[in-house]
């Protein structure tokens, strides 16, 4: 079965700075995707970014970006240029084998200071 | 274009009682997913319907829960004689193909049910 870690339950950085959170996942399949999704305290999943496990390369959406280590299992994300409106609780997910649902970590809680 | 629209936000039942939980998908969206949030958890995958049909219930309880998506009309999720322990936040989602071909999916803002 897919599982999805999310070793940092809070985190916090300063307005402009740049944060990473972790996640890491086991699965048995070749192709799958990932997903960072972002919740804030209206607690609406907005999707932030995701990537294709064939894809070597990292992808990125604008101040957000991802350091996908297929052999170690790993994919974490980096946020530059850290601002208020990033305040939320960030999860980690992978698509299954056949593509049909979402495995989810437990989320980071993400806490942008002025 | 409206989003996921998903009602009643919140719900409240005393145990025993029925609770119905609506959600209509993106327009255009014909792939319709339930997950379930407990406090300080992530989701929880639950049911994965297609127009009228069910494609995968793996996550939902075998008692009291069900899901339909209509050839006319919203999705339900139902749930009978509540019981505390179904309290959570329910979240339904959309897409326009499976997520093999997309990858993503469009959520609603979710619907809090709370048993008293």
């Known amino acids: 079965a897919q599982t999805v870690t999310q070793s940092q339950p809070e985190m916090s950085v300063q307005e402009a700075e740049t944060v990473t959170l972790s996640c890491t996942y086991d699965t048995s399949e070749s192709n799958y995707y990932l997903f960072w999704y972002k919740q804030p305290p209206s607690r609406q999943m907005i999707l932030v970014i995701r990537?294709?496990?064939?894809k070597q390369q990292n992808a990125t959406e604008n101040r957000f970006s991802v350091n996908f280590q297929k052999a170690a299992k790993s994919f974490s994300l980096k946020i530059s240029d850290s601002q208020l409106g990033d305040t939320a609780m960030y999860f980690c997910?992978?698509?299954?084998?056949?593509?049909?649902?979402?495995?989810w970590g437990l989320g980071t809680s993400l806490a942008v200071n002025p | 274009n409206a989003g996921v629209m998903q009602n009643p936000r919140h719900l409240v039942r005393r145990r025993g009682q029925e609770a119905r939980l609506r959600c209509s998908p993106m327009?255009?969206?014909?792939?319709v997913y339930w997950y379930r949030q407990l406090p300080e958890e992530g989701l929880k995958f639950m049911v994965y319907l297609q127009k009228e049909n069910i494609i995968d219930e793996s996550g939902m309880p075998k008692e009291r829960f069900s899901a339909e998506f209509p050839k006319e009309g919203p999705s339900i999720l139902r749930i009978q004689q509540v019981v505390r322990g179904d309290s959570a936040a329910y979240f339904c989602?959309?897409?326009?193909?499976?997520?093999?071909?997309?990858?993503?999916?469009?959520f609603g803002e979710g619907s809090r049910l709370t048993v008293l």
């Open positions: 989602a959309s897409s326009a193909r499976d997520l093999s071909n997309t990858g993503e999916l469009f």
């Open positions: 327009k255009g969206h014909s792939h």
């Open positions: 997910a992978s698509a299954d084998g056949n593509n049909r649902k979402l495995i």
């Open positions: 990537q294709e496990a064939y």
